[in-house]
């Protein structure tokens, strides 16, 4: 019982942190102006994190309550709509590479970055009726890579530094 009440709290801070994340994002200016919706992806630190310390079910708690609050407190329904997207299509491949055992934490990070973006683009292809938006894929795959290759390294140290026992 002790455990599963620790397992509660630690996946608490885990969703507080991924919202602190999420505000301080909210809060950067545009990493590049031209195309909307690029973003670092902090928050993703945290998912990486967990997906590693406490499993795949874990991951994707934090991950949709955290698109929640974020959507109420930041967003709209549009934005929650792209999120989900986004957070669906990459928590299912991050979390097949993650079972596989196959992968280091970096590659499996920047597979969910890119992946989120796909996400997005077919959202919003969806939403808008128009598949000419795919292109922005171009750019959003680069920074998707980018992005998921410093949120990898950033969630393998906290993974690596942070001795939380998952059970």
Do not use: W
């Given at each position: ?101 196959l992968f ?10 890119v992946l989120?973006?796909?996400g997005q ?47």
């Amino acid at each position: 019982m002790k455990r599963s009440a620790n397992k509660v709290a630690l996946l608490g801070l885990c969703t507080a942190l991924a919202l602190i994340l999420a505000y301080v994002e909210v809060l950067l200016p545009p990493v590049f102006a031209a195309v909307p919706g690029i973003k670092l992806g902090l928050p993703n630190i945290v998912i990486i994190f967990v997906l590693y310390k406490f499993g795949i079910s874990s991951a994707a708690t934090v991950s949709f309550i955290r698109l929640i609050a974020v959507s109420i407190l930041f967003g709209n329904f549009m934005a929650f709509a792209y999120s989900v997207a986004g957070a669906l299509l990459s928590l299912l491949f991050m979390s097949i590479l993650f079972k596989l055992d196959l992968f280091s934490t970096v590659a499996v990070s920047v597979v969910g970055g890119v992946l989120h973006n796909v996400g997005q683009v077919l959202m919003a292809i969806i939403l808008l009726d128009t598949v000419e938006i795919g292109y922005y894929l171009i750019v959003l795959s680069v920074t998707g890579i980018i992005s998921g290759a410093l949120v990898g390294l950033c969630g393998a140290l906290a993974i690596n530094r942070l001795d939380i026992n998952n059970s």
